[in-house]
């Protein structure tokens, strides 16, 4: 789930000579800057071919968002687990903005099918217009029943997910199962609005045992399912079905005035950024800040290690 990212350094550097004249420190000046934002740059890998980089907008919704999305492929050793969703797509006369992150282990192919096809299960659930949240909730559940009846062409891994159904740019639907998060940034401060779905929790625990599975840290010492996954809630993961739950804990979310902007993100990022929002809310006035966003986190995210994507929303109304 979380890849080692070494940290990169530029090879060049800037010499200047005390007795240049005042053009000459300028411009040697301007060198080194730019010399730090190529570092910079790099140990970001936002130079890399690997990096998956976009953004977009709302087009029929009076209350506009804007989007980014930011993923680059790290050093783990192994194929890219990790997959987003960001697009916007009509029914009904309905403008609906959905996004998500979908954070595999054990291989890719249970991420890639959560893409390709949970947003459109909850769409096509005959009540989704007047209960989404209870659409929601049993496309999670359906969707997870036919990963796990097709686990040999899917493979036996799993996925944490992290969903956001944005409507006419008026509500938001969050949903999870894992430890992938969700934070909005209101009225300056963060706020999650997921629910870390571990192991030793109390709840997630009682669960567990009560249908016949434990929790330990051996080996290591990171509380697991049955010794082997440390989320107790995923999509798939064959082995574990009888003690993992797909139930997703959801929140609905007006959109006002007081949000800014919502981040999703798996969990590496929030290992590293526990408090986005506390670092980025003097630059949210300015208007080139949802588009730099996700790229800065990642300066600080990749040199500890983590190769994992990253989606903002950014809010922009007539409220």
Request: aromatic content about 10%.
């Amino acid at each position: 789930m979380v890849g080692r990212m070494e940290r990169q350094t530029a090879s060049s550097s800037a010499s200047c000579s005390p007795s240049t004249a005042a053009s000459s420190s300028s411009a040697c000046g301007g060198k080194k800057r730019s010399d730090f934002l190529s570092m910079f740059r790099s140990a970001a890998c936002l130079n890399s071919s690997s990096a998956d980089t976009g953004k977009g907008r709302s087009k029929l919704s009076s209350n506009k968002i804007t989007h980014g999305f930011h993923l680059v492929e790290g050093k783990s050793g192994h194929d890219m687990e990790d997959y987003h969703v960001a697009e916007y797509k009509y029914e009904k006369n309905h403008e609906l903005g959905l996004f998500a992150i979908f954070d595999g282990h054990l291989g890719d192919k249970v991420p890639s099918y959560l893409k390709a096809n949970l947003f459109s299960n909850i769409i096509k659930e005959p009540v989704f217009w007047d209960s989404p949240q209870d659409a929601i909730k049993n496309a999670y559940r359906s969707t997870n029943k036919y990963i796990l009846e097709n686990a040999k062409q899917l493979g036996p891994g799993g996925s944490t997910a992290v969903t956001a159904i944005v409507v006419d740019g008026k509500d938001m639907w969050i949903a999870n199962v894992g430890d992938s998060r969700a934070v909005v940034c209101e009225r300056g401060a963060a706020n999650q609005l997921t629910v870390d779905h571990e192991p030793h929790t109390t709840n997630e625990r009682q669960r567990i045992e009560k249908q016949g599975g434990f929790v330990t840290t051996f080996p290591g010492d990171v509380p697991r399912v049955n010794g082997q996954l440390a989320v107790a809630r995923a999509f798939g993961d064959q082995s574990l079905k009888a003690h993992l739950s797909s139930e997703p804990d959801i929140r609905h979310v007006p959109i006002n005035s007081s949000i800014k902007f919502v981040i999703l993100a798996s969990d590496g990022l929030w290992k590293v950024s526990t408090r986005i929002c506390l670092l980025t809310v003097p630059f949210t006035k300015f208007s080139f800040f949802s588009h730099a966003l996700c790229k800065c986190l990642y300066f600080g995210m990749l040199l500890f290690g983590p190769s994992l994507p990253c989606t903002w929303i950014e809010m922009h109304g007539c409220f």
